[in-house]
């Protein structure tokens, strides 16, 4: 988005302060076309009239977004 907004050069940095490292990242020509197909998805799934399924992952108890995902479901 960014780079979209005209700044150039874009670069983060990933800080793991259990593990004490950081990380540069620095955005490629491939993870700009793999955004566009994410933000492609993205738009699709807002469009949909359905809901996408639920992925029962063990994770998914944890997620802020638990309820939001869950609401209709049965607790098993």
Do not use: H, W
């Amino acid at each position: 988005m960014l780079e979209q907004n005209g700044v150039a050069d874009v670069t983060g940095v990933l800080e793991y302060p259990t593990l004490r490292l950081t990380e540069k990242v620095v955005l490629t020509d491939e993870d700009r076309v793999k955004i566009a197909g994410m933000k492609q998805e993205i738009s699709e799934i807002i469009c949909s009239d359905e809901c996408p399924p639920t992925i029962n992952a063990k994770i998914c108890k944890s997620c802020s977004y638990y309820e939001f995902c869950y609401v209709n479901e049965s607790e098993e």
